[in-house]
């Protein structure tokens, strides 16, 4: 029979150990704010006077786009783009407005290799797409074409879907849908353009169509501007098989 009292000091000895193996990274590396790079206590964190830039999206926002109101327009009001160009998903939800510390944080994660942002970043996602979370049966990123991967080393879409799984406890499938045409990057280019980009981009491979087939995808992706690359890997994911 195991000494519970034995389990006790071993945990504290491992937890003790931890923390000091933790203390020469810190002195060699210590954590810095995401947005204005001054100290902090831990990785990933914003500082005080970051925080209160971060613009967090709340409601009143439109129920198909997850675009913000202004004001109440009451229960189902739709914004203008959702009537006018309904997306082949069901709905959409974003964290915050992608502008100062946000745009830092994201160019952190997405060009600096601070991939401990990602954790943080999938809190804020997980608060605000609580909703689709509670309906979804497996997390998918939108996926980089292998060249572009190869350079970088990592996907940040990836990156935040598996914090994002990892939170809500759902499936994550990160080869469920491949970017099948090496694109152009989408800032700086118009509408149309973006659109036009990621046309038959995205495919699901035969052998991922059991990971998807009849499930409800939740698909992460780190900036939302037009919408041109999501709506893309919808129409792909539908087109094996999702619902």
């Known amino acids: 029979m195991a000494d519970p009292v034995h389990k006790i000091k071993t945990s504290a ?18 954590p810095v704010c995401a947005g204005c790079r001054r100290h902090v ?7 005080g006077a970051c925080w209160p830039k971060l ?44 502008s100062g510390v946000a745009r830092q944080m994201v160019q952190g994660l997405k060009y600096q290799d601070r991939t401990d942002l990602a954790p943080w970043m999938a809190n804020w996602m997980v608060r605000a797409g609580a909703e689709l979370i509670a309906e979804a049966d ?26 994002v799984a990892k939170l809500s406890g759902l ?9 099948v045409k090496l694109t152009r990057q989408q800032v700086g280019l118009e509408r149309h353009e973006r659109e036009e980009n990621v046309r038959a981009a995205f495919r699901v491979p035969p052998d991922a169509e059991i990971e998807i ?31």
């Not at 497996?138 to 914090?163: D, I």
């Not at 992706?221 to 919408?227: A, N």
């Open 55 to 98: 613009r967090l999206l709340e409601k009143p926002w439109c129920p198909v786009m997850g675009t913000p109101f202004s004001h109440d327009m009451g229960e189902g009001f739709l914004s203008a783009e959702a009537i006018a160009d309904p997306p082949p998903f069901e709905r959409a939800r974003a964290a915050v407005i992608y």
């Open 13 to 30: 000895v491992q937890d003790m150990t931890r923390q000091a193996l933790a203390w020469p990274a810190r002195l060699l590396f210590p």
């Open 213 to 243: 087939a009849g499930r409800r995808v939740l698909v992460v992706d780190d900036v939302y501007t037009t919408g041109a690359t999501v709506r893309a890997v919808a129409k792909a994911l539908k087109r094996g098989g999702a619902v």
């Open 171 to 179: 499936p994550f499938s990160p080869s469920a849908v491949k970017r």
């Open 138 to 163: 497996v997390v998918v990123p939108v996926p980089l074409h292998w060249r572009r991967f190869f350079r970088r080393q990592f996907n940040q879409s990836a990156e935040l879907g598996r914090a």
């Open 41 to 47: 206590s831990q990785p990933g964190v914003l500082c």
